[in-house]
């Protein structure tokens, strides 16, 4: 009988690898089997910000809750209405759970699927109200409509060299990257980005990917401002005391952006005087401040309904003071929610097979095992300037 080991969520900052179930190819919100689907073993899986939310216990997320959304694979057994997909194929799994049927997948807002979730438009694995899917912080994970989500790798032995680079395809990269898109950058512009991690790292690489003329990435830890700037971009210390706005001035000569993203969320800082203290909409009014009328935002850093450890009621509802009425003077246009990584990850694995884009170097792909994850959330926990990557088998 196969195994399976896998990390759980038990508590505000407690995680432990444990024995689970080996997956089946059964959907967990319907009944009968998922001829649809296909079970993977786990070559890379990462840790996410997202899942740090979880683990500092700012969401409602049960306890025993199996980690992992980033999650890139061999496929092992695949169910009777797989076409496309092969045993051995090595392929990348968007962290979206889609049903490639509905309005929305058909639209290609694969983030809102209206099918796999009872509870609400979304699924993704692992992860809090997002429909039950089991996590990929683990040795095998069941992925279903195999054949609509999963992106297959045209050539294994390429795949395996460049697996630090393909790993980000399941989540960061084409969220960085929708979160450019979104904002408008594009050839010239200049673009500030809130937030040095992984995201906003690789937002970074992006918005160069995309022909920005300046990349502005702003943050208050010191080791992630340093790998901004090693790979050509401008920081901003947020912990001074000079403003934003007059931050950007000494680097571009004007106190305002083209356009901006929030590379960020709920979890935000006040800046400056007020480094160490929780105002989660900062981010979201300093960058309608410094944005130029007509600009456009955008925002994948994640937002909640419910955060348990909010700084005040309305928070702890996702109810944040946001200055609404500056974004309509300067017109500004707003894009949020989950990424729609199908809509962008083919492109973004061919930019990287071609070499047009280096994002592991970019956020600093550090790979672990699986009996190490429990030190990743730590490390990343305390700002490391890593995007930390278990390798379940000892594979890569």
């Known amino acids: 009988m196969a195994t399976n080991r896998g990390v759980a969520y038990l508590g505000p900052g407690k995680v432990e690898v444990q024995s689970i179930p080996y997956p089946k190819l059964v959907n967990p919100n319907k009944k009968g089997k998922a001829e649809h689907a296909v079970i ?13 939310h979880m683990v500092r216990g700012r ?9 992992g959304h980033e999650i890139t694979g061999e496929v092992v057994e695949k169910g009777r209405d797989v076409e496309f997909l092969q045993v051995g194929d090595i392929c990348s799994v968007p962290f979206n759970v889609a049903c490639g049927r509905c309005r929305n997948c058909r639209g ?41 989500n999963l992106l297959k790798f045209p050539n294994r032995d390429q795949a395996l060299e460049k697996i630090k ?31 040095a991690g992984p995201v906003g790292l690789a937002a970074a690489a992006s918005a160069h990917l995309l022909g920005a003329a300046c ?13 901004a700037k090693s790979f050509g971009c401008e920081t901003i210390d947020l912990s001074k005391s000079a403003s934003l706005a007059e931050q950007i001035e000494q680097i571009v000569g004007v106190p305002e952006v083209d356009c901006a993203v929030d590379a960020v969320g709920f979890e935000a800082r006040g800046h400056g005087a007020e480094a ?15 944005t130029r009328a007509g600009g456009s935002l955008g925002i994948p850093g994640l937002y909640v309904t419910g955060d348990p ?6 928070a702890k509802i996702g109810s944040l003071s946001i200055r609404l009425g500056l974004g309509w003077a300067k017109s500004h246009a707003f894009f949020t929610g989950q990424t729609p990584v199908l809509k962008y990850n083919r492109q973004l694995m061919q930019a990287i097979l071609y070499n047009k884009i280096k994002v592991a170097k970019a956020v600093n792909v550090t790979m672990i095992s699986l009996d190490e994850a429990a030190k990743g959330y730590a490390d990343f926990d305390k700002g490391a300037a890593r995007k930390f990557v278990i390798d379940p088998h000892g594979s890569v």
């Open 40 to 52: 993977l073993k786990v070559v890379t899986t990462n840790i996410c910000g997202s899942d740090q």
């Open 59 to 67: 969401t409602t997320a049960p306890t025993g809750l199996i980690l």
């Open 108 to 148: 290609q807002q694969t983030g809102i699927c209206l099918t796999v979730n009872p509870a609400r438009p979304g699924g993704a694995y692992g992860y809090v109200d997002m429909g039950g899917w089991i996590g990929g912080q683990a040795e095998y994970v069941m992925v279903p409509y195999a054949d609509f």
């Open 165 to 195: 680079d393909l790993t980000c395809l399941s989540d960061i990269l084409p969220t960085g990257y929708h979160g450019c898109v979104t904002a408008g950058v594009g050839p010239g512009t200049v673009v500030y980005i809130a937030g």
């Open 215 to 227: 990349v502005i990435v702003g943050d208050m830890i010191p080791a992630r401002l340093k790998q």
């Open 276 to 290: 160490k203290v929780e105002r989660p909409a900062t981010v979201l009014n300093s960058i309608m401040e410094v």
């Open 309 to 314: 450890g909010g700084v005040d009621d309305a």
